[in-house]
């Protein structure tokens, strides 16, 4: 009996952390590698101006994802499979390429 209570109190915490934990900055500036490379990677060749990228080792991030979104400015953001898995009110989901099943989340600022 005090094993299933024991085991009870720890899924109960783990929930109440993933439900407050998930998304604690999410939408925070963070961070974005800078390299000629990554410079590259990140333009659009027809217009020249940066476009949209993720980085998902990005220290800065609970979700460990920083994005740039059509140019934005880097945000903490979490993947997602439709915008219903985006957290607060606005937020849209967006893969990086036609026929990608993950994506990440725009913030309402930046969403399209």
């Known amino acids: 009996m005090k094993n299933a209570a024991l085991i009870g109190s720890a899924l109960l915490t783990g ?3 993933t439900l407050t934990g998930c998304d604690d900055n999410y939408g925070d500036s963070c961070s974005f590698p800078q390299s000629e490379e ?7 060749p027809g217009t020249g101006r940066l476009a949209t990228c993720v980085y998902r080792r990005s220290s ?13 400015d880097p945000f903490c953001t979490e993947s997602c499979e439709e915008d ?24 309402p600022e930046f969403a399209d």
């Open 15 to 17: 929930a109440l952390l």
């Open 38 to 44: 990554l410079e590259v990677a990140c333009t659009d």
């Open 60 to 72: 800065d991030c609970t979700s460990s994802i920083c994005a740039l979104y059509l140019g934005s």
């Open 84 to 107: 219903s898995d985006c957290p607060g009110t606005g937020s849209v989901c967006r893969t990086l390429s036609s026929g990608a099943t993950v994506g990440f989340c725009v913030i």
